[in-house]
Each structure stands twice: as C-alpha cells, then as structure tokens.
C-alpha cells in the first residue's frame, strides 16, 4: 500500500483536522470525534447534517458551510459512523427548526442514523431523515436493499441545503431533498480499484485491459467486468442506463462528472465531451455542469455521471448561494 | 496505458471541448486550435494569457474567467504550445489596455512565447509576458534555466487577474504579477509517476516504497529519491525547502496544497493538518488555504505545498470576485 499518510488508525482524524484547519473561520470539530460543523452556529433553521464512512472526500466535511450542510459526521473509511457519533453531531447543530440528516442508503449508515434520531428525539430534538438511492447500477447489493446513494447527494446537500438556508421548515426542507431524490440518477465505473488504508491492499484486481462498469463508492466490485473501452462508449453506456431510469426528454438537467478520487481531470473533461454531445442529442437541455472530484473512493480511478431533472423551484435553488470548502455558488 | 480516454491523438481537443461544454456561457474554443477564452470578450482591461503544455488540468483554461484569465492556450501533453497558437490566442483577448502573458519558466514555453508577442507587436499589439518559477527544488533542469514554474502560477492569474479587472495599466499590472512571483515558493513531492498518452508508460519507475522529492509537473523524475515517510516528514522536508527560500516569518500566507492529478482528497487535508500546525510554530500566519487539484500532472500520486507571502495590496486582490470553472471566489 503506497499513501501519503501517517498511522493508519489516525487517517480519519488527521483528515478532518486538516480540513478544519484549512477554513479555520468557516468549520471547526468537534471534541467528542469526527464531526466537522459550522463554524459559528446558525439559528433559525432547520439543520442539515450528512455523513457516512470516510473516503468520500470532499464529502461530507467539505460541503459543511452557508447554503449546504450544518454539520457532518465522518465514520471509519468506508464505515457507518456510530449512532453516539451521529447523536453528538445532531445536538451540536440542532435548532428549534429541527434537524433532517441526509443519509445514502447503506443498511449500517440507515440504521445507525435511525437510532441517533430516536436518541434526539429522546431529548426532544425534532429530527428526521431522508435518503438517498441514486444509484442506477444496482437494485440491491451487499450493502443496500435497493439503489445505492452515491454522486446524486452532493445536488441533495445543495438544492436542500439552499432552501434550510431561507428559513423552510422542517417538513419543506425534507420534501425539497426528496423531490430531488426522485429526480436524481447517477452511475459509474472505474478501472483501478482503491486501497483501505486498515486493509492494506486493494479492494479486487483488474487486468490492464480491464474495468468494472456499476462500481459504488466503497471499493466493492461494479455490476459487470469489461474490457476496457474508448471513454465515449464508456459514458454511452453509464448515459443508457440512467436515461432508461428516468425520462429526462425535453427536460433541464445538472450534470456532474465525477470524479473518483485517482481520475485526472483531463480524463473527466474528455467524457463530459461526450456527454454534452449526448444530452444534446437526446433533447435534454443542460442548465449547469459540475466537473471535478465530489465524491470519491479514495483513489479509485473512475468516474461517474449524476443527471438531476430540474424544474424552475430547484433551478433557483441550486444556483442560491454556497460557500463551503469543496462548493461555492 | 490505461486511460480514460478515446484516442491518443484526440486527447487535448476533447479535453478542450469538454472544459468549454461545462460552462458555455462563459468560455469558448478558438477555431484555429486548442485555445479557451471567455465567451463575451472584455474590452477596458489588460487581457490576461496563460497556457504551456496539456496535462496540468485544470490549468490553465479551467481558469479562464471573470477575475482571472482572458485566454489559455494549451499544446500537447507536457508540450509548448507553438508561437503560431499562442499569437491567435493573444490576437483574439487583446484589448487597447494591452495583453500580459504568464508563462511558466520552461525554456520551450519562453521562446514560444516571446515569438508570439513579437509576431503580436508587428500588429501593434500591446503585449508583454512575465516568467513564473516558484519551484525551489530546482536551480536549473533539463527544461529550465532557473527555478519552474508550478503550482504558484495560479495564484499569479488570481491576483494579476483580479488587478486587470479593475481597469488597471499593463505596466501595473505587470508589476502585481512580479510582486507574486517574488513572494510565492513551491515543492512538491510524487509517489508515482504519470503516462503521458502519447508516450504510454511512465516517465519513470518508483518502487513500492519509494518517493520522488522535488518532482515537476511533466513526468520527469524529482531531485531526489528517497523511501517513503509518513506524511508529515515528507509535509516538513518540503516546507523547510521553502521557508529556506523566503522568510516569511511574521508574514501573512496564502498556501495551496495542490494534488498533482491522482492524489486522494484524504491525503492532501492530512497534508494540511501538518502544514497548519508547522507554519504556527513558525510564526507564520495562515490567510488562506486552498486544498486541491490545481496545477496536476496527469495522474500522478503527489502533492506541492505553496506558500505566498500576502500584504493587504495582495490580500484584497486575492479575496476579489473570481468566477471560472476551477476557482471561485
């Protein structure tokens, strides 16, 4: 295993403080673990907290600031944080507008956050959860019941992080995420896999010639082994699958390209040149494209492409302000 | 090789048009070749043009835009552009304000440009050029006489950008751009190579426990090989490097921990963690940190630390409006 790290068992911590450090007057941490939260805390509106193993990076910490998250709680690498984690982040931001968190569907990250809410809702924090399966590759896995939560997120943490932003209630803010939710489909691939710095040795193996088409965010395999191909068949058959999910015809979309966290931007910037020709084809119109690293895989080489169906409420919400470390609007 | 990628022969004009795609509203591909500029040209301003070889992404043209550059300019991977692209770039941003080019100190990117601003004068086009090396791990290379230009070069278009912005003269603007160059030191660090496409191996061969100290940004091998070190020794090997170079005790600092392409987001915050903490106990005061991907080197695995010493002129054109694909501010 080759990192730039220092002890394997300090990676998480060192990884938030040196994101801490990085905003000084924007995050700050919080004594009890490996939860980043504002700053300065904001009253008045409903709390948006995300969160889930580490080796995401940017997400979640780097989405905690004005028009997107209050707080994130970081687990283990590719581990659901503890439900007292969880709780601890929950009470740190919590206000009298109540708190939704943003959870992607993982069985262990649904259960942990469903048991932190009970232990809010115990001390009379009006909590509540949505989440998110944006994952067309799979309907199950070894993780999930149902799609997984990937890429789609971020325009979650966004579009509802935009709206807690105005002052929204608990339930508006909560049905803004889910419109968004039902709107938004993500698949992708990779052709390295990546290395848990506490397993030492990647994930599965791929042959020089190879790639894993439907790969999720935690070093697991994709849906379908294939010899590698140019990257305009590549985003062909990743577009295919999420248009066949969703009608997106006629309709306005965002766009993100991401990146998995070993993929150099030469390579994203080749397939969204494709993609845009594609959309443009099929008669969806591109309102705004993201392309870079937003949720990542540690060093997985890869990408994935998330489309959001956009109507004039998310437009406006989506292009409302942000200033966080890994997003500004 | 394995790459992302459609054909070896087409990566700079898809990876040109994909940039251009992802924000159409605001930049533009040249006809004649892979040259950005913004979409709407703006008159009343020194025009501001960077480029060198391809695989820096997203330098330069992801920092074509309001409150940085006017135009990029990019030839093949790792290679000048010639003076025949460079002269169609300048002749499409020029202004009566005058152009100013920022040119990173490679012998070949130099010539090329100097031929194009003098091709540029017999126009009676305004156009001069200054010469970024903020690398301090070389004196001279096998590419250079004196120090390369790298990662600092972006803070050069950020603060030269935001001073042409304002309407200021090519002489001023010109002098803000020197005044960055003078303040701002890089080194940087790689654990494993990259493959140019065209080439289709790496430029050279790390073991599994090595690291190059002192890489560039084109592949080639660093200063020095060393085993790898945990992080911190590595963040403080470069950091002393730096610090020897400048004395930025007392000093404000804008510092980028700059990924060169296929570095995890983890490892560059647990990079900073340590870079946080040596500069306060050098008595260097943090401005600001940016942590990311900035100026790459394909895929390779390694980061640059930069450090620019600020005064409030500095300071106030860094904090100004900047708004292109790869910088917001």
Chains 1, 2 share one sequence.
Do not use: W
């Not at 990676?11 to 504002?38: F, H």
């Not at 580490?54 to 970081?74: F, K, N, R």
């Not at 919590?94 to 809010?120: P, R």
């Not at 966004?158 to 968004?180: D, M, Q, R």
Request: charged share 25%; proline share 3%.
């Amino acid at each position: 295993m080759k990192k730039i790290i220092n002890a394997v068992e300090n990676v998480e911590e060192e990884m938030i403080l040196g994101l801490v450090k990085s905003a000084p007057d924007k995050l700050r941490k919080l004594e009890c673990g490996n939860v980043v939260v504002r700053a300065r805390k904001k009253e008045g509106k409903v709390a948006l907290i995300s969160g889930g193993g580490s080796g995401h990076e940017p997400a979640h910490g780097g989405y905690v600031g004005e028009g997107m998250l209050d707080g994130a709680v970081a687990g283990a690498v590719f581990t659901s944080p503890t439900p007292d984690q969880i709780y601890e982040a929950i009470k740190a931001v919590a206000t009298d507008k109540g708190v939704l968190c943003i959870v992607k569907n993982y069985t262990g990250d649904i259960m942990n956050f469903e048991m932190a809410i009970d232990m809010a809702k115990d001390e009379d924090i009006n909590a509540d959860y949505v989440v998110v399966n944006d994952d067309v590759a799979v309907k199950d896995s070894l993780y999930t019941t149902g799609r997984r939560g990937v890429a789609g997120t971020v325009l979650v943490h966004k579009i509802a992080g935009a709206l807690a932003e105005t002052g929204a209630s608990l339930e508006e803010v909560k049905a803004v995420a889910e419109k968004v939710i039902a709107n938004v489909r993500t698949m992708g691939m990779a052709i390295t896999a990546c290395t848990m710095p506490a397993a030492g040795k990647p994930g599965f193996e791929l042959a020089d010639d190879e790639m894993e088409i439907g790969i999720g965010i935690h070093g697991e395999p994709g849906t379908s082994r294939e010899t590698l191909k140019p990257a305009n068949e590549i985003a062909d058959e990743l577009l295919s699958r999420i248009v066949e999910d969703i009608d997106y015809t006629g309709k306005e979309v965002a766009v993100i390209i991401n990146g998995m966290g070993g993929t150099p931007l030469m390579e994203l910037y080749i397939v969204n040149n494709y993609v845009s020709d594609f959309l443009a084809e099929k008669g969806i119109k591109i309102y705004d494209t993201m392309v870079g690293n937003y949720m990542t895989s540690i060093e997985m080489a890869g990408f994935s492409i998330t489309l959001l169906r956009l109507d004039d409420e998310l437009k406006k919400l989506y292009d409302a302000k942000a200033d966080t470390p890994a997003l500004k609007k």
